[in-house]
């Protein structure tokens, strides 16, 4: 594990434990998930859409499910542009 991860995963410990969490949380995937909406709409998008996976994890959702409905939305956006060339 890198210093980077390390730091990461301290960071994730102690914001649940303020927050009284007790779920495990999959940093590589939040922040793929992140990366993902980063780089397909603004950088603003990603702290929003992890926010919104939180949400519908809250309501039972798998991580698996939130990636692929983000995935999906993505590939939406993706299809509808113009392409550029």
């Known amino acids: ?13 102690e914001v649940s434990q303020e927050l009284g969490l007790t779920v495990e949380t999959d940093v590589e995937t939040l922040l793929d998930l992140a990366g ?8 603003p998008a990603a702290p929003l859409t992890t ?3 939180g949400a519908a994890l809250a309501q039972g959702r798998t ?7 983000v995935e999906r ?5 993706d299809s509808s542009s113009p392409d550029p060339h």
């Open 1 to 13: 594990m890198s210093d980077h991860d390390s730091v990461l995963q301290a960071w994730v410990f």
């Open 36 to 43: 993902t909406a980063a780089h397909a709409v603004v950088r």
């Open 51 to 53: 926010f919104l996976a």
């Open 63 to 69: 991580l698996e499910e939130v990636v692929a409905a």
């Open 73 to 77: 939305v993505v590939a939406a956006r």
